[in-house]
């Protein structure tokens, strides 16, 4: 079981900032591919970001969230980032961070979180 832990959720007014970050073991985290995925209430779970474990870091977004949120990963802090810039009142969820070793973020064989929540005013 792999353990993930996050931190960085709370609340904020519309328009503005927060970063989300997720700690993996040591050990494996270069294998991890690693991303978010969000579940707002009464909606289905969806893909927000993800970063590739192959050492080009790809990354990529939901069509939502593509130009305001920024992931990247830091292999020496074994740390996932999620920058949320421009939030806005439909960006309110929990957030869960995920990592994949098939850097595919289908839902299948990855290691979830515990969720953090972000909640956006108006």
């Known amino acids: 079981q792999i353990q993930l832990v996050e931190s960085g959720g709370g609340s904020v007014q519309a328009g503005g900032s927060l970063e989300l970050s997720c700690t993996a073991p040591k050990e494996i985290f270069s294998e991890l591919g690693m991303g978010w995925f969000r579940r707002s209430p009464g909606k289905a779970r969806e893909f927000v970001a993800g970063?590739?474990?192959?050492?080009?870091?790809?990354?990529s977004y939901a069509d939502s969230v593509q130009g305001r949120f920024t992931i990247s990963r830091d292999e020496d802090d074994h740390t996932v980032y999620l920058q949320m810039n421009g939030l806005d009142t439909a960006d309110t969820a929990t957030y869960y961070c995920?990592?994949?070793?098939?850097?595919?973020?289908?839902?299948?064989?990855?290691?979830w979180g515990q969720g953090t929540q972000v909640t956006v005013a108006s």
């Open positions: 995920v990592g994949d070793p098939a850097d595919q973020f289908t839902g299948l064989g990855m290691a």
């Open positions: 970063i590739s474990s192959d050492g080009t870091a790809a990354t």
